[in-house]
């Protein structure tokens, strides 16, 4: 077994900035990594002697930084270990049985009906209208609309599943150095993520426009386009930089004086409202995907069944004029 030598680790002078970039992560997970985390490892340790009690040691040294250390500290320990055990470094993840540290409440946007508006009238003459219905009507989060392709809509029965994800994945060389970072399909976060939803008409409507505008890619492109089916790509078919969206969504919102939006900022408002269309919670927790509802394949049935109740309200209320029916 290849062990990880954070010796060398240690060694190596790393930017947050740089490694947010690279690892597609937000700005407080690297500042955990380089400034908290890193720093506290003894310079000796194994894979093989990470263990629980090495762990809560960590977060412990780690947590006396600031309020939101601890939490953001665990965060990225558990990613890092579910890694590990993906790669077969080791076979348990310890973090799950650390100490927990509360979690600072995040400071989430939530716009009025009103505001939902003006940024859908504003989006519809965008290039990322399409994925920010998606995160608004659907309540994917940024991997699972990065990962989808055409074959997973169905068309007839306005559903689309959802079955995978798009994440950033380090290429490291010369011991402990990221090289580069490239994106990768991997399984949705949960195994509750696999699931299947209904869809607004008006998503259907700019997927079937989206599909004319990958067929004048592939025919400009030619043999350079890269088919992988993604109904969100660059005009050679790879998948957007992770960074893309939110960078897009933060651009639209300046431009139309609301608050700046990110696409968990979608997800969140597509639960809002379903809250306040009365949905039972539990059900809203299926239809995001949450690892907290333990489900079967007649749970995600009833979940659609129950997303059917608000798909004329979504589509009377939300879309911006001009951009109803199949034109």
């Known amino acids: 077994?290849?062990?990880?030598?954070?010796?060398?680790?240690q060694k190596q002078v790393y930017d947050a900035d740089d490694i947010q970039k690279?690892?597609?992560?937000?700005?407080?997970?690297?500042?955990?990594?380089?400034?908290?985390?890193?720093?506290?490892?003894?310079?000796?340790?194994?894979?093989?002697?990470?263990?629980?009690?090495?762990l809560d040691?960590?977060?412990?040294?780690?947590?006396?930084?600031?309020?939101s250390a601890g939490n953001k500290g665990r965060e990225i320990l558990n990613l890092a270990m579910k890694e590990a055990v993906i790669e077969g470094?080791?076979?348990?993840?310890?973090?799950?049985?650390?100490?927990?540290?509360?979690?600072?409440?995040?400071n989430i946007v939530i716009l009025s009906r009103e505001k939902i508006k003006i940024l859908l009238q504003a989006a519809s003459k965008d290039n990322w209208y399409l994925e920010i219905l998606l995160g608004l009507f659907c309540g994917l989060r940024k991997g699972e609309i990065y990962g989808l392709k055409f074959s997973d809509f169905d068309l007839e029965r306005r559903s689309v599943k959802i079955s995978r994800q798009i994440v950033a994945n380090p290429i490291i060389k010369e011991g402990s150095r990221i090289e580069e970072n490239i994106?990768?399909?991997?399984?949705?976060?949960?195994?509750?993520?696999?699931?299947?939803?209904?869809?607004?008409?008006?998503?259907?409507?700019?997927?079937?426009?989206?599909?004319?505008?990958?067929d004048m890619y592939k025919e400009k492109m030619q043999e350079a386009f890269i088919d992988n089916d993604y109904i969100s790509c660059q005009a050679n078919g790879k998948v957007?930089?992770?960074?893309?969206?939110?960078?897009?969504?933060?651009?639209?919102c300046v431009r139309n004086g609301l608050p700046a939006v990110t696409v968990h900022g979608l997800r969140h408002m597509f639960a809002a409202i379903l809250v306040e269309q009365g949905v039972p919670l539990?059900?809203?927790?299926?239809?995001?995907?949450h690892s907290s509802v333990n489900t079967t394949f007649e749970y995600y049935c009833d979940v659609m069944d129950e997303k059917e109740k608000i798909i004329a309200f979504m589509n009377?209320?939300?879309?911006?004029?001009?951009?109803?029916?199949t034109g």
């Not at 077994?1 to 680790?9: A, P, R, S, V």
């Not at 040691?57 to 309020?67: F, N, Q």
Request: proline share 7%; charged share 30%; net charge positive.
């Open 316 to 325: 009377d209320a939300f879309i911006p004029e001009g951009r109803e029916g």
């Open 22 to 54: 690279l690892l597609g992560i937000g700005r407080s997970k690297a500042y955990a990594l380089c400034d908290l985390i890193i720093p506290n490892i003894d310079y000796d340790i194994k894979m093989r002697f990470v263990s629980v009690e090495y």
């Open 89 to 106: 470094y080791i076979n348990v993840n310890p973090v799950p049985e650390t100490k927990p540290y509360k979690r600072k409440k995040p």
């Open 57 to 67: 040691g960590l977060l412990e040294r780690t947590s006396k930084a600031c309020v």
């Open 183 to 214: 994106s990768i399909e991997r399984d949705p976060k949960t195994p509750n993520s696999f699931r299947v939803l209904r869809v607004p008409e008006v998503i259907i409507t700019e997927l079937e426009k989206r599909k004319c505008q990958i």
């Open 282 to 289: 539990a059900k809203i927790s299926g239809l995001l995907g």
């Open 1 to 9: 077994m290849t062990e990880i030598d954070t010796m060398n680790l």
């Open 240 to 252: 957007h930089s992770l960074f893309a969206m939110n960078n897009a969504l933060t651009k639209l």
